[in-house]
């Protein structure tokens, strides 16, 4: 069965002070690896995929990068608007488009 | 990316009753899934809805409960039936294409 598991389940950061959040999974075959932020009463917003082990992808002060066993997304001098649970999700081969998300990371920045 | 909006954004239901949830995207699709995120849970996919066939329910999940409709490319609807407590959750829809999934704002379910 796919297994997608996130840690820290919940993190405190002072604005400035940089981190990782990690994302672990256990599929058949990795087709993609989905990141989202999800703002209280909001649906999840896209931020990357990974595809193979080795890439990276930035956006802003995020960098998502992925090996062959877990995915981790740094925040580079976080402020407080980065303030949000963190989703990750796998998409695995087989033809279903189907994703599974881990519990989320819930990322709170202190100003 | 596409823009999805979701009615209702919030209900409030008595046990017994059957909801309706609408999603509408200001594109073309030919993929929308229905997820369900329950408190401290992960997001779930309920079913995956195709124009001009039938949905494909994941386990768990039967057709009687989560009926779906899929009348066009760019619309689509989840009824919760017979609603009891543990149907209280935030319901998604979400559309492709497979490398990029982008959700709708949810639709927060209240079941008393």
């Known amino acids: 069965e796919d297994q997608v598991t996130q840690s820290p389940e919940a993190l405190r950061l002072q604005e400035g002070e940089s981190s990782s959040l990690n994302c672990s999974y256990t599929?058949?075959?990795?087709?993609?690896l989905f990141w989202y932020r999800q703002d209280p009463g909001k649906g999840p917003e896209f931020l990357f995929t990974l595809y193979s082990a080795g890439e990276e992808k930035e956006k802003e002060r995020l960098k998502a990068t992925l090996t062959k066993k877990e995915s981790f997304l740094h925040i580079t001098a976080p402020k407080p608007e980065d303030s949000a649970t963190y989703l990750c999700?796998?998409?695995?081969?087989?033809?279903?488009?189907?994703?599974?998300f881990g519990k989320g990371t819930k990322l709170t920045v202190n100003p | 990316s596409a823009v999805i909006s979701q009615k209702p954004s919030r209900d409030i239901c008595q046990r017994g009753t059957s909801l309706t949830i609408q999603c509408q995207v200001d594109s073309q699709v030919t993929m929308m899934f229905w997820y369900r995120q329950q408190p401290g849970q992960s997001l779930t996919l309920i079913a995956t809805a195709n124009q001009g066939s039938e949905a494909t329910y994941e386990s768990g999940f039967v057709i009687d409960k989560f009926p779906i409709s899929r009348p066009n490319l760019t619309f689509s609807t989840l009824t919760v039936s017979n609603m009891s407590p543990e149907d209280s959750s935030i319901y998604l829809c979400?559309?492709?294409?497979?490398?990029?999934?982008?959700f709708g704002p949810g639709t927060r379910l209240t079941v008393t």
């Open positions: 599929v058949s075959g990795l087709r993609g």
């Open positions: 979400s559309v492709g294409p497979g490398h990029e999934q982008y």
């Open positions: 999700a796998v998409q695995t081969q087989g033809g279903s488009e189907k994703l599974v």
